[in-house]
């Protein structure tokens, strides 16, 4: 499969930890970037965070110094370490894997809900 394939979301009550897992068909080593993203209840899909070629990352200001983004060439997967989650957190997650203009791919997505 091209298309990335996502994992881990659920349920966390707010100040837990969840970690993310975003499965490439191929080396991950030879994608543009890859990156996490999300789209809250009522609001526009957002950029949470992003791992470049290079392993240069970049978050989200909302998510920085919470959140992790890592990859393991290994296992084929880009992970998101989510901790001390907040309800605001709450969203569907999607994975996406950029190689150039014309291949540009996202996952299915996931549900992550922070709730007491």
């Known amino acids: 499969q091209v298309r990335p394939v996502e994992s881990g979301g659920g349920l966390v009550q707010p100040g837990g930890s969840l970690r993310l897992s975003c499965a490439a068909s191929?080396?991950?080593?030879?994608?543009?970037?890859m990156g996490w993203y999300r789209q809250a209840p009522g609001k526009q899909r957002e950029s949470v965070a992003q791992i470049n070629i290079s392993g240069i990352t970049s978050y989200a200001d909302s998510v920085k110094g919470r959140f992790t983004i890592s990859r393991d060439n290994v296992k084929r997967t880009v992970d998101l370490q989510m901790n001390s989650l907040k309800s605001e957190d709450t969203a569907v997650y999607y994975c996406r894997t950029y190689y150039s203009p014309g291949s540009d791919y996202w996952g299915q997505g996931t549900q992550v809900t922070v709730s007491s």
């Open positions: 191929g080396s991950i080593s030879s994608i543009t970037f």
